[in-house]
């Protein structure tokens, strides 16, 4: 029995020491340990980010030398006095009267008359009002006397109406008349029922009055006897 405790303990320290030789080798292999250095603390440093890039001003526009000059402050205005323009006549306006047809009656541009008569608005002229007429116009024509139109006219819808001899509807066809036609009154009957009259190739008979459109007062015509 002693024996084999004998075996076992030799056996347990032919254990250890195969261990301390195995712990041996194995710190020979690494060698000893370097100490290591203590990391140095970086201080974190701030971000910096690119801001907007600040507008670069435009340069002032060169002044123009079309530009007019600026007017100095305490120089007084000149102010140009209208020249007098001298006047010839004057024209009261009637009704109907324009500025231009004045100007057209004295021969005369539009712009003398207008110049000639500065506190007048060129396009309301009233009856009543004077106007100016500058030196160089010449005095209107006198006006054409009014032509006296014709007596009668053939009504529009009594195209071919009878011209007869007599006044009656038995008397002469002399011609037939067309729409329209002037005619000029020579007679009527006493009761106005037939006028005389001549046409404008001067011949002369009686045609109805209910068919002609009358421009005179027939009180004024003669009666046919």
Known sequence: MRGVEMRAILAIALLAGAGLLVVVFVLGRVGPTTPVAPTATVAAMPLLVPGPTPATPSPAPAASSSMPAEKPANVPTQTTQP????????????????????????????????????????DRIRPGDTINIPVGGRPPSAAPKATRGPDARVAPNAGNLRLRQTPSTSGRILTRLAANTPLTIVARSINNTWLQVKTPDGMQGWVMAQYVIVNIDLSQVKVAR
Do not use: K, S
């Open 83 to 122: 020249t007098p323009v001298a006047i010839a006549a004057r024209y009261i306006v009637t009704t109907g009267d324009t500025l231009w047809g004045i100007a057209v009656q004295y021969g005369l541009p539009l712009d003398a008359l207008v110049a000639a008569n500065p506190g007048i608005n060129p």
